[in-house]
């Protein structure tokens, strides 16, 4: 059954220059294995190929539980460069609870 992750979890995003942070924490912390084996950093750069030019790098943190994703050459140029709406990147922790998991 397929589902999407707003459906099992909530984000954040945050920004430094080119790069956009994006954290995944799940509403139980029972779902954090799922979220864990399903929601790579290739999934997640796959899912959002239009917006990250650079790599996707994940970090673990199980003792929250959370998934952080550190994504290159995301917005534009960053704050000071970019002429996009959403220099921040900040909706893009909604495009990310978009992506569709399981089978």
């Keep these: 059954m397929k589902r999407k992750l707003y459906d099992l979890a ?4 945050g920004d430094k220059g080119n790069t956009l942070t994006l954290s995944l924490i799940p509403y139980r912390a029972e ?7 399903l929601v790579t950093a290739d999934v997640v750069k ?3 190929r239009d917006i990250i030019a650079g790599d996707v790098i994940r970090y673990e943190l199980p003792n929250l539980p959370a998934l952080q994703f550190v ?7 960053g704050v000071t460069t970019s002429l996009t709406m959403d220099t921040h990147g900040k909706s ?7 992506m569709e998991i399981g089978d």
């Design 10 to 13: 909530h984000s954040r995003a």
């Design 31 to 37: 779902d954090y294995e799922l979220l864990r084996t």
């Design 46 to 48: 796959n899912h959002m």
């Design 71 to 77: 994504c290159q050459q995301a917005l534009t140029g």
């Design 92 to 98: 893009l922790s909604y495009a990310l609870l978009e």
